[in-house]
């Protein structure tokens, strides 16, 4: 399938029509006819998704590249979003895949692994320690793990709503569930691609030296992981998506049930005592974003369309650290409430409120500086001319 302007179409993304374009032509007969004029100019040798092959095609070399056109012309883009938002949905889940793979691998590594020793241990002939009773290699597990498991719950969540939008017979929830997903798609592909391949960072970091050679996996999963970022819609694209068109749209209608949804688990969680610290910065973040985001939507209506939108990617980073915060305290939930059966299950919940106690109280605080400078419409970006950089 291939997205094109016919002859003569309306200028821009609305005179793009899509286009199944065949290897071979048909006869008549319905017999395969000659080859059609697109031609295979190369393979792209790319960083990483080396399993699959990329190529660069060529239409139409002779003029006479023949198409047969899908649906009606000038629908091309309408007819892509068919397919993208769950694409979007599946470039997420990719990078969290990768993410965890990343993490379950620099984890192994990090209890087999043996050297130093503790700080304030000045024996030198004590026995090395393995590496994940460093804190700091701790910290990069943990930083993995809040960065994986928090957007795999958004991502759970997000792909029940795809249930509910298909399936529930009450149509308000459906269209509740549509508009969730609407406004969670561009979260869930940007801020799993840019902080899932953060923690396949990580994950080389902990494996020091080895971490960077091909003898171990995590050095691929970076590489098989930068993709994410990229297509779909590169993440800038995405920032710009959620803020000039999903928070506002509908009058707020999405980002209003969101904030709704926030404050129902804040509530839930408000009243275990484990979880109160979080519910109330879960609320308080809240709070800072529906204030940025009305902030940015009066500078949009007074016509600063290109001041309010020139952070958009932070703005994403914001609203993808509360939703992200959100995901953790529903986790934190069940584990707060849940009743191990064995020591193993006793570890994974402790596990869990391990990670939303780091994300809460390492990442979430980052979200203050995002909103002090978006609220301010900072232009340092904007201002900045092309030819002084
Ligand atoms: C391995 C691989 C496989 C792919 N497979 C397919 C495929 O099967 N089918 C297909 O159709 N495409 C495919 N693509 C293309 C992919 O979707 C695009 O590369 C991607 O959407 C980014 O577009 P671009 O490369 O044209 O970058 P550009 O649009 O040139 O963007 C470059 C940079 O500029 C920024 N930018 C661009 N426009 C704006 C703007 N208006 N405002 C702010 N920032 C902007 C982007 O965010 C990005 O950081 C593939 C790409 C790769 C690398």
């Not at 701790?138 to 960065?147: D, E, G, I, N, V």
């Not at 509740?176 to 960072?201: F, M």
């Not at 749209?249 to 949804?261: I, S």
Request: proline share 5%.
């Amino acid at each position: 399938m291939v997205l094109a302007p016919r002859r003569a179409a309306p200028p821009g993304v609305k005179g793009i029509s899509l286009f199944i374009v065949p290897k071979f032509r048909v006869n008549d007969d319905g017999r395969l006819g000659e080859r059609n004029d697109v031609q295979l100019a190369g393979v792209n040798h790319k960083l990483g998704q080396r399993g699959i092959v990329n190529t660069f095609l060529k239409f139409g070399e002779r003029g006479e590249c023949f198409a047969e056109l899908v649906g009606q012309p000038h629908q091309g883009l309408a007819q892509m979003f068919h397919m993208m938002n769950e694409a979007r949905i599946g470039v997420g889940l990719g990078a969290i895949m990768l993410g965890t793979a990343g993490y379950r691998y620099s984890l192994q590594y990090a209890r087999e692994r043996k050297q130093g020793r503790h700080p304030d241990q000045k024996d030198p002939a004590s026995p090395p320690v393995a590496i994940i009773e460093h804190a700091d290699v701790r910290r990069m597990l943990l930083q993995q793990k809040s960065y994986t498991e928090g957007a795999l719950g958004l991502a759970m969540y997000a792909a029940q709503r795809v249930d509910v939008q298909a399936q529930d017979p009450d149509p308000a929830r459906r269209r509740e569930a549509h508009l969730l997903l609407e406004l969670l798609t561009p979260v869930i592909k940007a801020w799993s691609a840019d902080w899932c391949l953060k923690a396949n960072d990580l994950a080389i970091q902990v494996l020091g030296g080895y971490g960077y050679t091909r003898e171990y996996p995590v050095e691929q999963h970076w590489r098989d992981n930068r993709l994410n970022p990229i297509h779909e819609g590169a993440n800038g694209i995405q920032g710009l998506d959620l803020l000039g068109r999903k928070v506002m749209m509908d009058g707020g209608a999405a980002f209003k049930l969101l904030l709704r949804e926030i404050a129902a688990t804040a509530s839930a969680a408000g009243s275990v005592p484990a979880l109160t610290e979080h519910a109330i910065a879960l609320s308080h973040c809240a709070a800072t974003v529906a204030k940025t985001t009305a902030v940015l939507g009066a500078a949009m209506a007074r016509g600063e369309v290109r001041l309010a939108l020139s952070n958009a990617s932070r703005y994403l980073g914001l609203v993808g650290h509360l939703a992200i915060a959100w995901s953790w305290l529903r986790q934190a939930l069940v584990a707060a409430k849940a009743t191990p059966a064995t020591a193993a299950d006793a570890d994974f919940y402790a596990g869990k409120l391990a990670a939303c106690r780091y994300f809460f109280v390492h990442e979430l605080p980052v979200t203050e500086l995002d909103a002090q400078l978006l609220c301010a419409l900072d232009a340092t970006v904007l201002d900045t001319r092309p030819e002084s950089l």
